[in-house]
């Protein structure tokens, strides 16, 4: 049986070098990718905020953290992704005003792809505006949304407002999520779906689509 700790340690310590190394070792030993980021990954990031909250961290390490989680999704993206399927939708995502947070959203994106979506990611600090013509351009049936700040949940419902106001909000059922979200924010927003993790996110997806 692999130990992936190394893992989980060179994410908390904010070593991208060692958390690529303990990654690409795990998964030559045949560790499941989806078990690296469930049973270390996101642990260790939670780990990395509560050292935040309790003032043992700063935010030079919880860049360096990021950068670290970055460095071992870049290998693991693509091993979710699942291959020559017929798209089971489209999903234009991205974070929300104001918010610059992305490895949730990166996670998400990442699951929705290894479950068959195209995912067109407009990345961080997007505004309402942005997402308006995303939707415009690309068409797409689901728009999914990320906050990680309290004080960001106000433009998440900023942008369901806009997609309303611009027409377009019935050709799309709007998903919702980061840590700060909940389903009762989800209701009270109008969104469509609501997922707690990045794993839960293809099924809620599949679930708003039929
Ligand atoms: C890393 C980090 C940063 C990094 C972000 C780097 C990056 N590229 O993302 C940096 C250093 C930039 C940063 C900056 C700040 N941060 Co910060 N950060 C964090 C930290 C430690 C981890 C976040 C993370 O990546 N978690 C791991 C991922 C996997 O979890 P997640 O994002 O929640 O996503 C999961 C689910 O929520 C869900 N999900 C997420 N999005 C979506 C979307 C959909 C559609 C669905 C279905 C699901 C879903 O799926 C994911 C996996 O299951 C958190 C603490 C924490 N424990 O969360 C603080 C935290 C979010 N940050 C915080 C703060 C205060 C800040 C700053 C204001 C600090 C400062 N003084 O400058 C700035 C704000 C910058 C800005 N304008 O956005 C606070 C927020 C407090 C609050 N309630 O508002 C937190 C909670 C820390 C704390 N306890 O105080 N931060």
Redesign the pocket.
């Known amino acids: 049986m692999q130990d992936c700790k190394p893992l989980f340690d060179a994410i908390l310590n904010g070593d991208a070098k060692l958390a690529r190394a303990t990654t690409e070792t795990a998964l030559a030993a045949g560790v499941e990718p989806l078990k690296l980021i469930q049973d270390y990954m996101?642990p260790a990031?939670?780990e990395?905020?509560?050292r935040?909250?309790c003032s043992e961290y700063f935010?030079p390490e919880?860049?360096l953290?990021?950068r670290a989680?970055?460095a071992a999704l870049e290998l693991i993206r693509p091993l979710l992704v699942a291959g020559g399927v017929q798209p089971a939708g489209r999903v234009v995502?991205g974070t929300v005003k104001?918010?610059?947070?992305?490895?949730?959203?990166n996670?998400?994106s990442a699951m929705l792809e290894g479950a068959g979506f195209e995912v067109i990611d407009l990345g961080v600090n997007v505004a309402p505006e942005q997402f308006v013509a995303a939707v415009k351009i690309n068409e797409p049936q689901i728009v999914?949304?990320?906050a990680?700040?309290?004080?960001?949940l106000a433009a998440m419902k900023a942008t369901v407002d806009a997609l309303k106001q611009a027409g377009v909000r019935e050709r799309v059922k709007i998903?919702?999520?980061?840590?700060?979200?909940t389903r009762r924010y989800a209701e009270e927003i109008g969104a469509d779906?609501?997922?707690?993790?990045?794993?839960?996110?293809p099924n809620?997806a599949k679930r708003v689509l039929a």
């Open positions: 996101v990031m939670d990395v905020g509560r935040f909250e935010v919880l860049l953290a990021a989680m970055k995502i104001g918010d610059l947070h992305d490895i949730g959203k996670l998400v999914a949304l990320s990680l700040l309290t004080t960001t998903l919702v999520g980061g840590a700060p979200v779906g609501y997922s707690e993790t990045a794993a839960g996110a809620v």
